[in-house]
């Protein structure tokens, strides 16, 4: 059973992508099931597509909304909250996954790089921050109006957007001291190339997951397996 040491001068930075919500239920992007089995990225996940066809794009999110208030955190979650508790200011969490489950196993220090499905904002930009929306909208007509009277859009990060707390992410990869990289394929960018400069910072790099990732030969340590039976005892915190 390999077991992850974790110094007291340790900074740990985790980043997580759609596997870790793999044992919830939650579909990952580029399995043969996955979300992009079923539809076509440039028809649902890019500005032109909202513009094109806003219905298609707010019928697929207001779907993930839907699964994603059934699913419950898995024990990989819970693992990374229990990691957070015992490590304080010295962990960081940064996530690809637009799902809450995170939040609901109890991480705090965390941030969603593509966005969340939790919340909504202004289709026009007009600066109004995004709100609070768990809506599973029926139809266009029903999709809410930001106070600027336009249409609200998905406060999600789509393909040829800027990912968000870029700065905040850069800042805490060149502090941190162990990089672990949960359930993604390495496939987008820039997350793919998060270990690459941990890897310049001097840290530590591990990757958890059932397949060898992109970016596999970034990594100084690959656990293969699960995350949801890995990650609980895989961290041992001196
Ligand atoms: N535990 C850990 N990893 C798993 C599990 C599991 N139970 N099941 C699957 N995986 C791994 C797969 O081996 C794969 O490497 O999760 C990864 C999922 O890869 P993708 O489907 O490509 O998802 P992800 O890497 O998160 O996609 C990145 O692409 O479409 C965009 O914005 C979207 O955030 C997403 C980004």
Same mark, same amino acid.
């Given at each position: 059973?390999?077991?992850?040491?974790?110094?007291?001068?340790?900074?740990?930075?985790?980043?997580?992508?759609?596997?870790?919500?793999?044992?919830?239920?939650?579909?990952?992007?580029?399995?043969?099931?996955?979300?992009?089995?079923?539809?076509?990225?440039?028809?649902?996940?890019?500005?032109?597509?909202?513009? *094109? !066809?806003?219905?298609?794009?707010?019928?697929?999110?207001?779907?993930? *909304?839907?699964?994603?208030?059934?699913?419950?955190?898995?024990?990989?979650?819970?693992?990374?909250?229990?990691?957070?508790?015992?490590?304080?200011?010295?962990?960081?969490?940064?996530?690809? !996954?637009?799902?809450?489950?995170?939040?609901?196993?109890?991480? *705090?220090?965390?941030?969603?790089?593509?966005?969340?499905?939790?919340?909504?904002?202004?289709?026009?930009?007009?600066?109004?921050?995004?709100?609070?929306?768990?809506?599973?909208?029926?139809?266009?007509?029903?999709?809410?109006?930001?106070?600027?009277?336009?249409?609200? *859009?998905?406060?999600?990060?789509?393909?040829?957007?800027?990912?968000?707390?870029?700065?905040?992410?850069?800042?805490?990869? !060149?502090?941190?001291?162990?990089?672990?990289?949960?359930?993604?394929?390495?496939?987008?960018?820039?997350?793919?190339?998060?270990?690459?400069?941990?890897?310049?910072?001097?840290?530590?790099?591990?990757?958890?997951?059932?397949?060898?990732?992109?970016?596999?030969?970034?990594?100084?340590?690959?656990?293969?397996?699960?995350?949801?039976?890995?990650?609980?005892?895989?961290?041992?915190?001196?």
């Amino acid at each position: 059973m390999t077991s992850i040491s974790i110094r007291p001068t340790d900074r740990v930075f985790i980043l997580t992508g759609a596997g870790i919500s793999a044992e919830s239920g939650l579909p990952t992007f580029r399995a043969s099931d996955g979300l992009w089995a079923g539809h076509r990225v440039e028809d649902i996940c890019t500005p032109e597509a909202l513009e *094109r !066809n806003p219905a298609l794009v707010w019928d697929f999110y207001s779907k993930r *909304r839907a699964d994603c208030a059934k699913a419950e955190p898995n024990p990989a979650h819970k693992a990374l909250a229990e990691l957070e508790s015992k490590l304080g200011e010295r962990f960081f969490l940064c996530t690809q !996954n637009v799902d809450d489950l995170h939040e609901r196993a109890g991480s *705090r220090c965390l941030v969603h790089m593509h966005g969340e499905l939790a919340k909504s904002r202004c289709s026009e930009e007009c600066g109004a921050p995004p709100v609070e929306d768990h809506t599973v909208y029926a139809s266009l007509d029903e999709v809410g109006r930001c106070i600027c009277g336009a249409r609200l *859009r998905p406060h999600i990060v789509f393909f040829g957007e800027m990912p968000l707390e870029m700065n905040r992410i850069q800042q805490e990869l !060149n502090r941190s001291t162990l990089m672990a990289v949960i359930g993604t394929s390495g496939s987008v960018y820039p997350a793919a190339n998060f270990v690459h400069w941990a890897r310049q910072a001097g840290a530590k790099t591990i990757y958890i997951g059932p397949e060898r990732p992109l970016n596999a030969e970034a990594f100084t340590t690959i656990v293969e397996g699960k995350a949801g039976e890995a990650l609980p005892g895989l961290f041992a915190v001196e």
